[in-house]
């Protein structure tokens, strides 16, 4: 079965660091995504991980575990227009061994306070 | 190009009506997506295409839901005989091949 488990909420203080988890269990893996998403708004794409280690991206950073399936985000210098929903997706494998679609888990709600 | 845009951004209809959406995506991507979100709940996926090739389709979609992307550029969404549980924010999303996916603004429906 697909299982992308994450925390359902989470709170920071401005220009402290936070760190999302996501756990994986999927039929197939074919790269790890995480995306923010404001209230109301689509989500936008944040990070891309395939290889396991830390992709680092200004003030965000992922880290991917195959083996452990896992990752995290970590945001850094947190500012007030952070506070969103962070969704992590697995990309399955797809048609034909192409790359397929995304798997989201139900994402992390972040709150930054002053 | 500023992005996928899709349109209406909005559509309340009483249940048992036809519903249609368009989705217009970056015009370089040849990959386009349709996802279902409810609040709380991360997208769900419900179809692809490669160029005018619907390539996976969700088995949880149930046969009322149809998706076409004819010409290889637009796509459009349709729910026939819609039911309250169709409710939700219907996404659509564009990529270059396999790589990253870039939403647009979505459709609000609301089945009263």
């Known amino acids: 079965g697909q299982n992308i488990d994450q925390p359902t909420e989470m709170t920071a203080t401005e220009g402290a660091i936070v760190q999302i988890n996501c756990t994986y269990q999927t039929s197939g893996f074919n790269g790890l995504f995480w995306y923010q998403q404001h209230a109301g708004e689509a989500p936008t794409f944040l990070s891309y991980?395939?290889?396991?280690g830390l992709e680092e991206k200004g003030r965000f950073s992922s880290f991917l575990s195959r083996s452990k399936g896992y990752s995290y985000l970590l945001l850094k210098e947190l500012q007030m227009k952070d506070s969103a929903s962070y969704l992590c997706?697995?990309?399955?494998?797809?048609?034909?061994?192409?790359?397929?679609?995304?798997?989201f888990g139900k994402g992390t709600k972040l709150s930054v306070k002053p | 190009d500023t992005g996928v845009s899709q349109n209406p951004r909005h559509k309340i209809t009483k249940r048992g009506q036809n519903v249609t959406f368009r989705c217009d995506p970056i015009?370089?991507?040849?990959?386009l997506y349709w996802y279902r979100q409810t609040l709380g709940q991360g997208p769900e996926f419900l179809t692809y295409f490669q160029n005018e090739a619907q390539l996976e389709k969700s088995r949880l979609l149930s046969d009322r839901f149809s998706a076409e992307r004819p010409k290889g550029s637009f796509s459009t969404l349709e729910i026939q005989r819609t039911e309250q549980g169709d409710s939700a924010m219907y996404l659509c999303?564009?990529?270059?091949?396999?790589?990253?996916?870039?939403f647009g603004p979505g459709t609000r429906l609301t089945v009263t």
């Open positions: 999303a564009s990529s270059l091949q396999g790589n990253e996916q870039y």
């Open positions: 997706a697995v990309r399955d494998r797809g048609y034909g061994g192409s790359q397929g679609n995304l798997i």
């Open positions: 991980n395939v290889l396991d």
């Open positions: 015009s370089e991507h040849n990959r």
